[in-house]
């Protein structure tokens, strides 16, 4: 169940990859369209943010999450590498976790 | 599927106990970006058939914003291809890698790995916010999805807050 999931997903995400290299140019120059699709990764980013920091399963929960996010936020604000910020999220919930 | 913030996104909703299907539409929404990038490529590209076929596959941010960074096409073509061949082999490595250790890893939380998935998630909206509008949808969006999720089953706030931003754009006038 979960594999027929994630194949159907990775096809259409395939999918709308080709149609954009396919469709008539005309057809996604619509100015609400434009203006629309890229607000929906920035909203979807965020909430999956929130959700991942703030919430086990559907119960919300504040732990060493909401500082590891702190300090990821600090390491965007300075610019710093995907990975730089990955790994201070995770290095920071770990260490306070020894304490 | 090779489009990090998706395939993410559908991890985490099943992670967090929801139905796959439900992530699974959260991470197609989470690709919709894609097609306008295949768009504003596609007269870059100048490709069709096979080659059109291959290319649809490494069309994602990093070679979006590789390939049009570029003045001269052919440049332009080397990036986006250059680019697409390097992560797609790269990605796909870390990603067999993730769940190959997986196993081998007793408790993820020592090593606060329970952690990184928001911090990737906000490296990946960061390069979003440099204007007041996004900063604005993204701290609403975070705001509701707090709200909702202790109402409707887990992913379920993501499929809600795509509709409203969907609104949103639609109905704004500008």
């Known amino acids: 169940m979960i594999w027929a999931g994630v194949l159907v997903a990775s096809v259409a995400c395939y999918g709308l990859k080709l149609a954009g290299l396919s469709l008539p140019q005309s057809w996604l120059q619509d ?4 203006r629309t699709v890229p607000l929906i990764p920035v909203a979807l980013l965020a909430a999956l943010v929130a959700i991942q920091t703030f919430s086990t399963g559907q119960h919300l929960v504040l732990d060493v999450r909401a ?4 300090v990821a936020i600090i390491a965007v604000v300075l610019r710093a590498p995907f990975l730089v910020v990955v790994i201070a999220g995770a290095a920071t919930a770990a260490l306070l976790r020894l304490l | 599927m090779f489009t990090g913030a998706s395939q993410f996104a559908l991890v985490g909703v099943v992670g967090a106990g929801g139905s796959v299907w439900t992530g699974a539409v959260a991470a197609v929404l989470l690709g919709s970006r894609n097609a306008l990038y295949g768009l504003r490529l596609a007269s870059l590209l100048n490709v069709a058939g096979v080659r059109r076929v291959a290319a649809a596959q490494f069309v994602i941010d990093e070679t979006t914003a590789m390939a049009i960074a570029r003045e001269d096409p052919d440049q332009s073509r080397f990036a986006f291809w250059a ?9 796909n490595l870390g990603t067999l890698t993730g769940a190959l250790a997986a ?3 007793p408790n993820p939380k020592v090593f606060g790995l329970d952690a990184a998935p928001p911090a ?3 490296a990946l909206l960061a390069p979003r916010l440099r204007a007041r509008e996004p900063l604005a949808i993204a701290i609403a ?3 509701a999805a ?3 999720l202790p109402f409707v089953p887990a992913g379920v706030p993501l499929l809600l807050i795509a509709l409203l931003v969907t609104l ?4 704004r006038r500008r």
């Open chain 1, 31 to 34: 100015p609400r369209i434009q």
């Open chain 1, 67 to 70: 500082a590891s996010l702190a």
């Open chain 2, 83 to 91: 680019t697409g061949a390097t992560l797609f082999i790269l990605w």
């Open chain 2, 103 to 105: 196993h081998a890893i």
């Open chain 2, 120 to 122: 990737a998630f906000l």
């Open chain 2, 141 to 143: 969006a975070a705001a």
């Open chain 2, 146 to 148: 707090i709200v909702l």
């Open chain 2, 168 to 171: 949103f754009g639609v109905m």
